[in-house]
């Protein structure tokens, strides 16, 4: 069973995989876990030099991910149950990066559209929200938190930046393994 599992797994490094959203606790507890064989919390915590509250932390969120799973057991011995953990095959989780990054991009095409079908304004706080140009007539063109008179804002900036981050997504997960 073993070797149907790991046939299917592509090598890709899972940080390129997972993207940023872990810290650096789950990269810790990522490189102690294995696709074929299991291991306890504390024998990763062992290993890794970590509390095994900071462990488990790490686990399920790689088992939220769907980047590892666990079976449990009974210990003979003690007779309470434990978890042994191991990494699901690579490829699933390409499969459900590339659903997120679809999802992102998608969200980025939508942002793009807005900022080029609308004309900005803002009062120059940092804290004020940015105001379409409906808006600002209604509000006679100042701010409707801090009333400062608004200014048109040059969105040529943040059209580029959309632009280059929807087509490298693009790009990324055209790159990734069917
Ligand atoms: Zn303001």
Not at 57 to 72: M, Q
Not at 92 to 120: P, W
Request: charged fraction near 35%.
């Amino acid at each position: 069973m073993a070797s149907s599992v790991k046939n299917e797994t592509v090598s890709v490094p899972y940080e390129t995989i997972i993207g940023e959203d872990f810290d650096e606790d789950t990269f810790r507890v990522l490189r102690h876990l294995s696709v074929d064989s299991e291991s306890t919390d504390e024998e990763i915590a062992s290993k890794a030099n970590m509390s095994v509250n900071c462990v488990r932390r790490a686990l399920y969120k790689l088992y939220d991910t769907r980047i590892a799973t666990y079976r449990r057991v009974r210990d003979t011995k003690t007779s309470y149950f434990v978890h042994l953990w191991k990494l699901l095959p690579v490829k699933s989780n390409i499969q459900t990066y590339k659903k997120k990054a679809k999802f992102v991009i998608e969200k980025l095409k939508q942002r793009l559209e807005f900022e080029r079908k609308n004309v900005f304004y803002h009062c120059g706080n940092k804290d004020c929200p940015y105001i379409t140009f409906d808006e600002a007539v209604e509000s006679r063109f100042k701010c409707p938190v801090c009333s400062t008179p608004l200014q048109y804002v040059n969105n040529e900036k943040a059209i580029e930046f959309l632009s280059r981050k929807i087509d490298e997504l693009k790009e990324e997960v055209e790159n990734l393994p069917p």
